[in-house]
T-cell receptor, first 114, second 115 residues
Protein backbone atom coordinates (compact mmCIF):
# COMPACT_ATOMS: atom_id res chain seq x y z
CA UNK A 1 0.00 0.00 0.00
CA UNK A 2 1.32 3.40 -1.01
CA UNK A 3 2.15 5.93 1.69
CA UNK A 4 1.47 9.15 -0.11
CA UNK A 5 -1.04 11.61 1.21
CA UNK A 6 -2.79 14.60 -0.24
CA UNK A 7 -4.74 17.23 1.61
CA UNK A 8 -7.35 18.46 1.32
CA UNK A 9 -9.36 15.83 -0.56
CA UNK A 10 -11.94 18.38 -1.63
CA UNK A 11 -11.73 22.15 -1.79
CA UNK A 12 -14.11 24.83 -2.99
CA UNK A 13 -12.69 28.35 -3.10
CA UNK A 14 -13.45 31.70 -4.62
CA UNK A 15 -11.74 33.25 -7.60
CA UNK A 16 -8.55 35.11 -6.79
CA UNK A 17 -7.71 33.18 -3.64
CA UNK A 18 -4.26 31.75 -3.02
CA UNK A 19 -4.22 28.06 -2.20
CA UNK A 20 -1.68 25.37 -1.48
CA UNK A 21 -2.33 21.71 -2.12
CA UNK A 22 -0.30 19.48 0.15
CA UNK A 23 1.45 16.25 -0.79
CA UNK A 24 3.58 14.13 1.50
CA UNK A 25 5.12 10.70 1.16
CA UNK A 26 6.79 8.53 3.76
CA UNK A 27 8.60 6.18 1.38
CA UNK A 28 11.76 8.27 1.02
CA UNK A 29 11.25 8.61 -2.73
CA UNK A 30 13.39 11.15 -4.52
CA UNK A 31 11.06 11.71 -7.46
CA UNK A 32 7.72 13.44 -7.04
CA UNK A 33 5.14 14.61 -9.54
CA UNK A 34 1.95 16.63 -9.88
CA UNK A 35 -0.61 15.71 -12.49
CA UNK A 36 -3.78 17.58 -13.37
CA UNK A 37 -6.71 15.46 -14.45
CA UNK A 38 -9.40 17.17 -16.46
CA UNK A 39 -13.05 16.08 -16.42
CA UNK A 40 -12.44 14.11 -19.60
CA UNK A 41 -10.06 11.90 -17.59
CA UNK A 42 -6.84 12.92 -19.34
CA UNK A 43 -3.79 13.29 -17.09
CA UNK A 44 -1.35 16.13 -17.69
CA UNK A 45 2.04 16.47 -16.01
CA UNK A 46 2.32 19.97 -14.55
CA UNK A 47 5.39 19.77 -12.27
CA UNK A 48 7.98 17.26 -11.16
CA UNK A 49 11.03 17.01 -8.95
CA UNK A 50 14.00 14.68 -8.89
CA UNK A 51 15.00 15.56 -5.36
CA UNK A 52 15.40 18.32 -2.82
CA UNK A 53 15.75 21.76 -4.44
CA UNK A 54 14.92 20.31 -7.85
CA UNK A 55 11.74 21.37 -9.63
CA UNK A 56 10.77 21.20 -13.29
CA UNK A 57 7.75 22.27 -15.28
CA UNK A 58 5.78 19.61 -17.05
CA UNK A 59 4.03 19.49 -20.37
CA UNK A 60 0.95 21.46 -19.44
CA UNK A 61 1.32 25.17 -19.03
CA UNK A 62 0.33 25.89 -15.49
CA UNK A 63 -0.05 28.97 -13.36
CA UNK A 64 0.99 27.02 -10.32
CA UNK A 65 4.32 26.74 -8.57
CA UNK A 66 5.94 24.01 -6.49
CA UNK A 67 8.73 23.72 -3.98
CA UNK A 68 10.83 20.81 -2.72
CA UNK A 69 12.56 21.78 0.48
CA UNK A 70 12.21 18.36 2.08
CA UNK A 71 12.28 14.96 0.43
CA UNK A 72 8.89 13.98 1.76
CA UNK A 73 6.99 17.16 0.93
CA UNK A 74 6.00 18.59 -2.47
CA UNK A 75 3.33 21.29 -2.14
CA UNK A 76 1.60 22.91 -5.11
CA UNK A 77 0.56 26.56 -4.89
CA UNK A 78 -1.90 28.56 -6.96
CA UNK A 79 -1.28 32.27 -6.35
CA UNK A 80 -4.63 33.36 -7.73
CA UNK A 81 -7.20 30.67 -8.39
CA UNK A 82 -9.46 30.89 -11.43
CA UNK A 83 -12.42 28.76 -12.56
CA UNK A 84 -10.17 27.25 -15.24
CA UNK A 85 -8.16 25.68 -12.40
CA UNK A 86 -11.13 23.53 -11.45
CA UNK A 87 -9.80 20.01 -11.75
CA UNK A 88 -8.51 16.99 -9.89
CA UNK A 89 -4.85 17.22 -8.86
CA UNK A 90 -2.90 14.03 -8.33
CA UNK A 91 0.45 13.78 -6.60
CA UNK A 92 2.80 10.84 -7.11
CA UNK A 93 6.24 9.65 -6.11
CA UNK A 94 8.74 7.04 -7.27
CA UNK A 95 12.23 5.86 -6.46
CA UNK A 96 15.30 7.15 -8.24
CA UNK A 97 18.55 5.47 -9.15
CA UNK A 98 16.97 2.24 -10.25
CA UNK A 99 15.93 0.78 -13.56
CA UNK A 100 12.65 2.38 -12.82
CA UNK A 101 9.95 1.60 -10.39
CA UNK A 102 6.31 2.42 -10.59
CA UNK A 103 4.90 5.71 -9.40
CA UNK A 104 2.62 5.65 -6.39
CA UNK A 105 -0.29 8.06 -6.38
CA UNK A 106 -2.15 9.87 -3.68
CA UNK A 107 -5.93 9.98 -3.56
CA UNK A 108 -6.06 13.36 -5.21
CA UNK A 109 -7.44 16.79 -4.41
CA UNK A 110 -10.59 17.79 -6.20
CA UNK A 111 -10.51 21.57 -6.55
CA UNK A 112 -13.48 23.70 -7.52
CA UNK A 113 -12.99 27.42 -8.09
CA UNK A 114 -16.19 29.44 -8.10
CA UNK B 1 8.36 12.47 -28.73
CA UNK B 2 6.66 9.91 -26.58
CA UNK B 3 2.95 9.29 -26.94
CA UNK B 4 0.40 6.80 -25.71
CA UNK B 5 -2.87 6.17 -27.49
CA UNK B 6 -5.87 4.42 -26.00
CA UNK B 7 -8.37 4.45 -28.81
CA UNK B 8 -11.25 3.06 -26.74
CA UNK B 9 -12.79 5.84 -24.69
CA UNK B 10 -15.54 3.73 -23.10
CA UNK B 11 -16.33 0.05 -23.07
CA UNK B 12 -19.35 -1.69 -21.56
CA UNK B 13 -19.46 -5.43 -21.03
CA UNK B 14 -21.72 -7.82 -19.22
CA UNK B 15 -20.30 -9.55 -16.20
CA UNK B 16 -18.23 -12.65 -17.00
CA UNK B 17 -17.35 -11.46 -20.47
CA UNK B 18 -13.71 -11.07 -21.44
CA UNK B 19 -12.56 -7.60 -22.43
CA UNK B 20 -9.36 -6.27 -23.97
CA UNK B 21 -8.16 -2.71 -23.51
CA UNK B 22 -5.88 -1.49 -26.27
CA UNK B 23 -2.74 0.59 -25.85
CA UNK B 24 -0.43 1.78 -28.62
CA UNK B 25 2.67 3.78 -27.85
CA UNK B 26 5.25 5.85 -29.72
CA UNK B 27 8.83 6.37 -28.68
CA UNK B 28 12.23 6.75 -30.29
CA UNK B 29 13.92 5.44 -27.19
CA UNK B 30 15.15 1.86 -27.02
CA UNK B 31 14.97 1.53 -23.25
CA UNK B 32 11.59 2.40 -21.89
CA UNK B 33 8.92 1.15 -19.53
CA UNK B 34 5.22 0.61 -20.03
CA UNK B 35 2.60 0.61 -17.29
CA UNK B 36 -1.06 0.02 -16.66
CA UNK B 37 -2.92 1.81 -13.88
CA UNK B 38 -6.50 1.46 -12.64
CA UNK B 39 -8.51 4.43 -11.38
CA UNK B 40 -11.60 3.33 -9.44
CA UNK B 41 -14.38 5.81 -8.61
CA UNK B 42 -12.55 6.76 -5.41
CA UNK B 43 -10.00 8.60 -7.57
CA UNK B 44 -6.55 7.26 -6.78
CA UNK B 45 -4.46 5.56 -9.45
CA UNK B 46 -3.56 2.00 -8.60
CA UNK B 47 -0.51 0.42 -10.21
CA UNK B 48 -1.21 -2.84 -12.03
CA UNK B 49 1.86 -3.78 -14.03
CA UNK B 50 5.23 -2.58 -15.30
CA UNK B 51 7.01 -3.96 -18.35
CA UNK B 52 10.41 -2.95 -19.72
CA UNK B 53 11.21 -2.70 -23.40
CA UNK B 54 13.48 -5.74 -23.35
CA UNK B 55 10.91 -8.10 -21.94
CA UNK B 56 8.22 -9.08 -24.40
CA UNK B 57 7.05 -12.00 -22.37
CA UNK B 58 3.34 -11.88 -21.77
CA UNK B 59 2.18 -11.87 -18.19
CA UNK B 60 -0.82 -13.28 -16.41
CA UNK B 61 -1.96 -12.34 -12.94
CA UNK B 62 -5.20 -13.97 -11.95
CA UNK B 63 -7.90 -12.71 -14.31
CA UNK B 64 -5.56 -10.08 -15.75
CA UNK B 65 -3.17 -10.63 -18.63
CA UNK B 66 -0.97 -8.35 -20.69
CA UNK B 67 0.27 -8.74 -24.25
CA UNK B 68 3.35 -6.69 -25.14
CA UNK B 69 4.32 -6.62 -28.82
CA UNK B 70 7.17 -4.34 -29.86
CA UNK B 71 6.53 -5.07 -33.54
CA UNK B 72 3.20 -3.28 -33.33
CA UNK B 73 4.13 -0.96 -30.42
CA UNK B 74 1.23 -2.30 -28.42
CA UNK B 75 0.71 -3.25 -24.80
CA UNK B 76 -2.81 -4.57 -24.50
CA UNK B 77 -4.59 -5.55 -21.31
CA UNK B 78 -7.17 -8.32 -21.06
CA UNK B 79 -9.55 -8.99 -18.21
CA UNK B 80 -10.98 -12.48 -18.25
CA UNK B 81 -14.41 -13.18 -16.77
CA UNK B 82 -14.97 -9.53 -15.90
CA UNK B 83 -16.61 -8.55 -12.62
CA UNK B 84 -18.49 -5.47 -11.51
CA UNK B 85 -15.52 -4.52 -9.32
CA UNK B 86 -13.44 -4.17 -12.49
CA UNK B 87 -15.45 -1.08 -13.42
CA UNK B 88 -12.95 1.76 -13.48
CA UNK B 89 -10.88 3.93 -15.76
CA UNK B 90 -7.74 2.20 -16.98
CA UNK B 91 -4.66 4.10 -18.07
CA UNK B 92 -1.69 2.94 -20.09
CA UNK B 93 1.53 4.92 -19.55
CA UNK B 94 5.07 5.16 -20.90
CA UNK B 95 8.36 6.28 -19.36
CA UNK B 96 11.44 6.73 -21.54
CA UNK B 97 15.15 6.82 -20.70
CA UNK B 98 15.15 3.56 -18.79
CA UNK B 99 12.12 4.79 -16.94
CA UNK B 100 13.72 7.96 -15.67
CA UNK B 101 11.34 10.38 -17.32
CA UNK B 102 7.92 11.13 -15.83
CA UNK B 103 5.04 8.96 -16.93
CA UNK B 104 3.13 10.00 -20.02
CA UNK B 105 -0.40 8.66 -19.93
CA UNK B 106 -2.93 7.72 -22.54
CA UNK B 107 -6.35 9.32 -22.27
CA UNK B 108 -7.77 6.32 -20.46
CA UNK B 109 -10.51 3.79 -21.15
CA UNK B 110 -13.59 3.78 -18.96
CA UNK B 111 -14.73 0.21 -18.41
CA UNK B 112 -18.23 -0.49 -17.16
CA UNK B 113 -19.06 -4.03 -16.18
CA UNK B 114 -22.78 -4.60 -15.90
CA UNK B 115 -24.22 -7.26 -13.65
Amino acid sequence: EADIYQTPRYLVIGTGKKITLECSQTMGHDKMYWYQQDPGMELHLIHYSYGVNSTEKGDLSSESTVSRIRTEHFPLTLESARPSHTSQYLCASSEAGHWNTEAFFGQGTRLTVV
Amino acid sequence: AQKVTQAQTEISVVEKEDVTLDCVYETRDTTYYLFWYKQPPSGELVFLIRRNSFDEQNEISGRYSWNFQKSTSSFNFTITASQVVDSAVYFCALSENSGNTPLVFGKGTRLSVIA
